[in-house]
């Protein structure tokens, strides 16, 4: 392609995408409503994207509870996977749960064979697109601004759970793809879209789509995987994390008697302040992993949820808290566990409490996801890495050129200190140097926190860029030459 023609596709591109922004923004607006938190509406908002996909960029048809193969010709592939535990549960990466897998829990695909395979430069490329459609928990006594389900636009941002992480990278992946069709563009080579469940607890929604034969991976393959969070960089690597529960037992007595008793309420709050120290221990430099250099305290530990007494003038005898541990990258979940047992169990013999322990929830390795770019620069050689990370620093200064106080700005290239479901695309479950993720997306503030706001001038960034990268990797075509 010419440099002329190429410029000329590239206002193409960012002119589909910018005329077609307001039905964007109303779609998220409309997913953004849907609480989708784990057991409430994950079903829904997976049904309202189905829909939609199906409807832009399928054949049209109802899609059956089993999916449906479109017969007719330039149409994506739209199909709802159901998460099956039996598939997963013995799969690196199973994080362990205590509700059942029915026909509510589903992924959603969407996928196009490129019909380029005549060994022209990059014939051999794929692309993923994903992300998660489940959102943690809100209550608007928390102290929201308005009810978190129901999304406000105002000076420039809309506000509601879900809207930053990551229904807007959600929303801004598909619309991309949308745009190109609408300016009568296909991809060259296969792209796929895929919208997982579970990504804010357990994970096990991108692990079962990591297990189908559906996603867009083989031995002669480069598939390139973004995944827009809600982070407005580059991302290379990205922390383990364990959950666990800790049940607690004491000694009840009545409170005029209280050292006869052994309160387990107090006890737990003993027990998590001793998790700190170890939190500090895997914090200290001569324990820290390289790619975080610079980063301030990135090991965190959170005390989450704790309930327990029945009386205020009773010494309560059982307490039970829920903890996220997080860790560095090549730490070995076991490892982690052994010092969580071993930390606890301690000081519960100190304090004569029962202890037990258990784990739900998320078992999430930490994960390199950017091995030349540990020091948040390229090594130096030219890979499949570097490629990525060019064509991405490229199309984003495309995308952003219009605005002044991000012109010419170029995407950082940094490590987060939470997990994400990248780590499925990583070398620790590809085995192969032909895949190569991060993750990017519009820039969010408040996320998990009160009056959670998504960008919307970064959203529409966040979608040309990513419209753009479609042509740079997969290359399109116009659907008349198909």
Same mark, same amino acid.
């Given at each position: *392609? ?14 589909? @995408?910018?005329?077609? %922004? ?9 997913? /953004?409503?849907?609480? !989708?938190?784990?057991?409430?509406? #994950?079903? #829904? ?32 592939? @739209? ?18 749960? &205590?509700?059942?897998?029915? $026909? ?8 196009? %064979? ?8 990059? =014939? ?15 209550? $608007? ?13 105002? &000076? ?9 992480? *990551? ?5 801004? *992946?598909?619309?991309? /793809? ?28 991108? +692990? ?30 990205? *922390? ?16 005029? %008697? ?54 205020? =003038? !009773? ?31 301690? #000081?519960?013999?100190? +304090? ?21 770019? @540990?020091?948040? $620069? ?5 890979? +499949? ?27 950082? @290239? ?22 190569? /993720? ?11 926190? /009160?009056?959670?706001?998504? !960008?919307?001038? !970064? ?12 042509? $740079?990797?997969?290359?399109? #075509? ?5």
């Amino acid at each position: *392609m010419s440099a002329a023609h190429e410029l000329v596709l590239s206002d193409e591109i960012v002119s589909a @995408v910018d005329a077609i %922004q307001g039905e964007a923004t109303e779609f998220l607006k409309t997913i /953004v409503a849907i609480d !989708s938190t784990l057991d409430k509406g #994950e079903e #829904e908002v997976q049904t309202t994207i189905l829909k939609l996909l199906q409807e832009t960029l399928g054949s049209g048809a109802d899609v059956e509870a089993s999916g449906a193969k479109s017969t007719q010709p330039n149409c994506f592939d @739209v199909e709802r996977i159901p998460v099956i535990l039996d598939k997963i549960k013995d799969k690196r990466g199973f994080s362990p749960v &205590d509700w059942n897998y029915d $026909e509510s829990k589903f992924n959603v695909v969407a996928s196009y %064979q490129g019909g380029s395979s005549d060994g022209s430069e990059g =014939s051999n490329k794929a692309l993923l697109l994903q992300g998660h459609v489940d959102v943690v928990p809100a209550n $608007e006594s928390d102290g929201w601004t308005h009810p978190p389900f129901s999304p406000i636009i105002k &000076d420039g941002r809309m506000y509601g759970r879900g809207s930053g992480d *990551m229904k807007a990278g959600v929303v801004a *992946m598909i619309y991309a /793809v949308i745009a190109l069709r609408r300016i009568g563009y296909l991809p060259r080579t296969n792209l796929t879209i895929c919208t997982v469940i579970e990504e804010e607890c357990t994970g096990n929604g991108a +692990l079962a789509a990591n297990h189908t034969s559906l996603l867009p991976f083989s031995d002669t393959t480069k598939t390139a995987v973004i995944i827009p969070e809600p982070f407005n960089f580059i991302v290379n690597a990205q *922390m383990g994390v364990l959950w666990f529960n800790a049940k607690i037992t004491g000694k009840p007595c009545h409170v005029l %008697q209280t050292s006869a008793g052994s309160n387990a309420i107090e006890g737990a709050f003993s027990l998590f302040a001793a998790l700190k120290v170890l939190e500090e221990k895997y914090n200290e430099p001569s324990n820290r992993h390289a790619v975080y250099e610079g980063i301030d305290h990135p090991v965190n530990f959170n005390l989450g949820k704790i309930e327990g007494g029945n009386w205020a =003038s !009773s010494v309560p005898s059982s307490c039970r808290f829920e903890a996220r541990v997080g860790f560095w990258p090549g730490i070995k979940i076991e490892d982690v566990k052994r010092d969580i047992e071993s930390t606890l169990n301690d #000081e519960a013999n100190k +304090l004569g409490l029962g202890l037990e322990i258990a784990y739900r929830g998320f078992q999430a390795d930490g994960a390199i996801l950017l091995p030349d770019f @540990v020091g948040g $620069e390229a090594s130096g050689k030219k890979s +499949l890495q570097t490629d990525f990370v060019d064509s991405l620093q490229k199309c984003y200064k495309t995308a952003s050129a219009g605005d002044e106080s991000n012109a010419g700005r170029k995407l950082l @290239v940094k490590p987060i200190t939470c997990t994400c479901d990248a780590r499925f695309y990583s070398n620790l479950y590809q085995n192969s140097d032909n895949v190569v /993720v991060t993750c990017l997306g519009p820039e969010s503030d408040s996320i998990h926190g /009160v009056d959670e706001s998504v !960008s919307l001038k !970064s959203f529409r960034d966040c979608m040309v860029t990513i419209a753009l990268f479609i042509n $740079e990797w997969c290359g399109l #075509e116009k659907e008349e030459t198909q």
